[in-house]
Protein backbone atom coordinates (compact mmCIF):
# COMPACT_ATOMS: atom_id res chain seq x y z
CA UNK A 1 0.00 0.00 0.00
CA UNK A 2 1.52 3.59 -0.72
CA UNK A 3 2.03 5.72 2.58
CA UNK A 4 -0.62 8.35 1.00
CA UNK A 5 -3.35 5.99 0.48
CA UNK A 6 -2.51 4.98 4.10
CA UNK A 7 -2.49 8.19 5.59
CA UNK A 8 -5.93 8.87 4.25
CA UNK A 9 -7.59 5.39 5.16
CA UNK A 10 -5.44 6.23 8.49
CA UNK A 11 -7.02 9.73 9.06
CA UNK A 12 -10.79 8.44 8.02
CA UNK A 13 -10.23 5.73 10.55
CA UNK A 14 -9.54 8.35 13.32
CA UNK A 15 -12.44 10.78 12.56
CA UNK A 16 -14.68 7.63 12.36
CA UNK A 17 -13.81 6.35 15.77
CA UNK A 18 -14.23 9.71 17.48
CA UNK A 19 -17.38 10.34 15.78
CA UNK A 20 -18.74 6.70 16.66
CA UNK A 21 -17.33 7.28 20.03
CA UNK A 22 -18.68 10.11 20.97
CA UNK A 23 -15.62 12.06 21.69
CA UNK A 24 -16.44 15.69 21.17
CA UNK A 25 -13.23 16.78 21.47
CA UNK A 26 -11.48 13.90 19.62
CA UNK A 27 -14.15 14.32 16.94
CA UNK A 28 -13.75 18.19 16.34
CA UNK A 29 -10.11 17.88 15.84
CA UNK A 30 -10.92 15.09 13.49
CA UNK A 31 -12.68 17.16 11.30
CA UNK A 32 -9.87 19.74 10.53
CA UNK A 33 -8.67 17.21 7.82
CA UNK A 34 -12.32 17.24 6.44
CA UNK A 35 -11.61 20.73 6.24
CA UNK A 36 -8.32 20.96 4.09
CA UNK A 37 -10.09 18.03 1.77
CA UNK A 38 -8.17 14.56 3.41
CA UNK A 39 -11.25 13.66 4.05
CA UNK A 40 -14.94 13.71 2.20
CA UNK A 41 -17.84 15.82 3.68
CA UNK A 42 -20.48 12.84 4.87
CA UNK A 43 -23.15 15.46 5.74
CA UNK A 44 -26.24 15.50 3.93
CA UNK A 45 -29.48 17.88 3.58
CA UNK A 46 -32.22 15.87 2.54
CA UNK A 47 -33.41 12.42 2.38
CA UNK A 48 -32.15 11.56 -0.90
CA UNK A 49 -28.60 12.90 -0.72
CA UNK A 50 -28.49 11.27 2.62
CA UNK A 51 -28.33 7.80 0.74
CA UNK A 52 -26.21 8.69 -1.90
CA UNK A 53 -23.55 9.61 0.50
CA UNK A 54 -24.45 6.40 2.59
CA UNK A 55 -24.08 3.90 -0.46
CA UNK A 56 -22.25 6.08 -3.18
CA UNK A 57 -20.21 8.68 -1.34
CA UNK A 58 -16.98 6.07 -0.44
CA UNK A 59 -16.33 6.10 -4.04
CA UNK A 60 -18.09 9.02 -6.18
CA UNK A 61 -17.24 12.00 -3.60
CA UNK A 62 -13.87 13.93 -3.39
CA UNK A 63 -10.84 11.80 -3.00
CA UNK A 64 -13.00 8.54 -3.95
CA UNK A 65 -11.65 5.83 -6.61
CA UNK A 66 -14.77 6.49 -8.94
CA UNK A 67 -14.54 9.81 -9.03
CA UNK A 68 -10.36 9.68 -9.55
CA UNK A 69 -10.64 7.72 -11.88
CA UNK A 70 -13.39 9.59 -14.02
CA UNK A 71 -11.10 12.87 -13.76
CA UNK A 72 -8.47 11.12 -15.81
CA UNK A 73 -11.03 10.80 -18.85
CA UNK A 74 -12.67 13.88 -18.22
CA UNK A 75 -12.51 17.04 -16.95
CA UNK A 76 -12.59 16.74 -13.22
CA UNK A 77 -15.55 18.66 -12.51
CA UNK A 78 -17.37 16.30 -14.45
CA UNK A 79 -16.02 13.74 -12.22
CA UNK A 80 -17.96 14.47 -9.23
CA UNK A 81 -21.50 12.77 -10.39
CA UNK A 82 -23.46 15.32 -8.24
CA UNK A 83 -22.49 18.34 -9.79
CA UNK A 84 -23.00 17.17 -13.19
CA UNK A 85 -26.21 17.90 -15.26
CA UNK A 86 -25.80 15.46 -17.93
CA UNK A 87 -26.96 12.04 -16.33
CA UNK A 88 -30.37 10.76 -16.41
CA UNK A 89 -31.85 8.88 -13.93
CA UNK A 90 -32.40 5.73 -16.42
CA UNK A 91 -28.62 5.88 -17.25
CA UNK A 92 -28.03 5.98 -13.48
CA UNK A 93 -29.91 2.81 -12.75
CA UNK A 94 -28.90 0.89 -15.90
CA UNK A 95 -24.93 1.95 -14.85
CA UNK A 96 -25.23 0.95 -11.39
CA UNK A 97 -27.31 -2.84 -12.08
CA UNK A 98 -24.77 -3.18 -14.92
CA UNK A 99 -21.69 -1.73 -13.85
CA UNK A 100 -19.91 0.10 -16.01
CA UNK A 101 -16.16 0.84 -16.90
CA UNK A 102 -14.30 -0.01 -13.64
CA UNK A 103 -17.40 0.07 -11.40
CA UNK A 104 -18.90 -3.27 -10.84
CA UNK A 105 -22.38 -3.68 -10.93
CA UNK A 106 -24.44 -3.15 -7.42
CA UNK A 107 -26.85 -5.78 -6.36
CA UNK A 108 -30.48 -5.63 -4.93
CA UNK A 109 -29.44 -6.75 -1.67
CA UNK A 110 -26.90 -4.02 -1.45
CA UNK A 111 -28.68 -0.92 -2.89
CA UNK A 112 -32.83 -1.65 -3.30
CA UNK A 113 -34.54 -1.04 -6.35
CA UNK A 114 -36.35 2.02 -4.10
CA UNK A 115 -33.27 3.50 -2.99
CA UNK A 116 -31.95 3.18 -6.02
CA UNK A 117 -34.23 5.18 -7.67
CA UNK A 118 -33.94 7.57 -4.89
CA UNK A 119 -30.29 8.10 -5.63
CA UNK A 120 -30.69 8.35 -9.75
CA UNK A 121 -33.82 10.47 -9.13
CA UNK A 122 -31.41 12.97 -6.72
CA UNK A 123 -28.34 12.40 -9.47
CA UNK A 124 -30.50 13.71 -12.78
CA UNK A 125 -31.63 16.62 -10.84
CA UNK A 126 -27.88 17.74 -10.22
CA UNK A 127 -26.99 16.66 -6.59
CA UNK A 128 -27.23 19.31 -3.83
Known amino acids: ?69 LARRMPPERAMLESRDDLTADYVRQAVRSGIGNMPRISRGEVSDAQLATIADYLAEGGP
Request: aromatic share 4%; proline share 4%; glycine share 6%.
Open 1 to 69: MKPRRFLSLALLAACATATACGDDDAAENASAPAQRGFIQDRSSSSPAEALFVEKCSMCHRAHGMGTII
